[in-house]
């Protein structure tokens, strides 16, 4: 999956781009954002994304997010609740819902 580049793809979106309430399916995960700064290789932090369930076609939620900087932010992936930092949550290609898009 690539980056949204045309108007159909325009409900594809970061994860780290995401607001409390936004939901949809994830459609990628591709750890390739700012490795160095993560203290982790490329490969690392995909594996640990995906181990904890960051795969795609799974269902996703934005919880809550924190007060300070709006970071981190708690989802729900499936039947889990993980919080992450929005750092990593820009690995996470998502394909919101229409009423996502409400901001």
Not at 6 to 20: C, F, G
Not at 71 to 97: H, K, N, Q, T
């Amino acid at each position: 999956m690539l980056a949204p580049t045309s108007a159909v793809d325009t409900a594809v979106r970061r994860l780290s781009q995401a607001r409390p309430g936004d939901a949809g399916v994830i459609v990628d995960v591709r750890a390739e954002s700012r490795p160095a700064e993560q203290g982790l290789s490329v490969e690392e932090l995909q594996r640990r994304l995906l181990e904890f369930g960051f795969v795609e076609g799974a269902e996703i939620e934005v919880l809550h997010e924190g007060a300070i900087g709006r970071d981190p932010i708690a989802v729900r992936v499936d039947d889990m609740r993980v919080a992450l930092r929005r750092g990593d949550a820009e690995d996470i290609w998502v394909r919101f819902a229409d009423h996502a898009d409400r901001r």
